[in-house]
């Protein structure tokens, strides 16, 4: 299968989850420190003090993503490194970071591709309220202007937000990731500042950009499956909630009649305001789509025990306000470390999907992995699970390109093993391995078979 030229082929990451240097110039907590540091909250307490030490090791981490070939690296900068606090001046520091990292990629003739939010919101703004605050969304639009202003000559594409049905939902519904709170009012409130946020700061990054760059939301997208032929209204139902819930106000201008019936006893929807959605629907040059792995539902029968298997750390709360009926199910294998079961038609057919609802606007797959249990032995990491995920659901995406959609590109997750939030260093999903103990970096034969696809833009299939 051929890899077209045009079509761009790198790794993601995340700031908190590699970067470490948690308190070293000039940063603040993030919701995602106080969580981290908070007892029980993540799998054995781990944290994102030291990560990969990224931070550190930047000419290096620069260089093993040359020697892979990477087209483009996603990767995130981190808020409260850059403005302490949330609000006022940049922290010249944490900025002369971002400006190495950038400078760094474009002299290696790699393109950056810079995510603003990826789930670390500056403590202070959580203790002023979080992402329930309509005032949360005027702070991101300010340091979206700012960060911008400084970095806007060299960065390819700009990414608003990461997943913010996570940031939404399991941040203030489920509780399993920062802030951890557990309400189904808040949850959709905060979904609706998160759009705010991307619709406030796009024309702001497009005002302070110099370069004339790509505008990009990244969503994480739930494939539903009907487990049986009562089901199709939990499908439904999952659907508005993790997927038309952002697609619908930022790609439509609105909001789906039918999310806002569904959660018409959690909310009286009072936190949308006029003139909000015409800043949401503001054209973005890119949608960013996160893949991972499928979910089943049905409408629960009241009776049996429940699964709640939705592939989401349960922690008490409810990621699904208004539809804590619907049941979610056991996947069939095979399935990852996380248990994600794999399913790479459905990647194919979510492009297909978007394309067939938005023919005009183009996609980029920006995250799309897997855990696996990974050893090193004689200095080589033989992943084969992991090579043959990231293969066939590269060939979905090809595919969906194939049939029309306008895919322009894939990103793996991820370009090194890291904190993968609640679970900690439990879970590895780099194409590089890290040890913790050393900071060794080990290239998985995922990785090098991932450079060696950028090199021949042949997949073996
Ligand atoms: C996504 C996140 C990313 C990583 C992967 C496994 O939801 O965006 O940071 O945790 O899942």
Redesign the pocket.
Known sequence: MRIPSDFLLGAAT?AY?IEGAAHQDGRTSSIWDTFSHTPGRTWNGDTGEVAADHYHRLEADLDLMASLGLEAYRFSISWPRVQPGGSGALNDLGVAFYSRLVDGLLARGIRPIATLY?WDLPQELEDAGGWPERDTAERFGEYAARIVEVLGDRVAMWTTL??PW?SAFLGYGSGSHAPGRTNGASALAAMHHLNLAHGIAVPEIRRAARNAPQVSATL?FHVARARDENAEDAVRRIDALANRSFTGPILNGDYPDDLILDTAGVTDWQFVRSGDLEKISAPIDLLGV?Y?STVTVSEWDGRSPRTGNDGHKGAGGSPWPGSEHVEFHPQPGPQTDMGWNIAPDALEELLLRLHAEHPEQPLLVT?NGAAFRDEVVDGRVRDSERERYIEEHLAATLRAREAGADVRGYMV?SLLDNF??GYGYAKR?GIVHVDYDSQVRTVKDSGRRFASWIQSRELAG
Do not use: K, R, T, V
Request: charged residues 20%.
């Open positions: 995340a989850q990826h990461n997943e996570c994480n996160n991972y995250e997750w993968e939030w999903f």
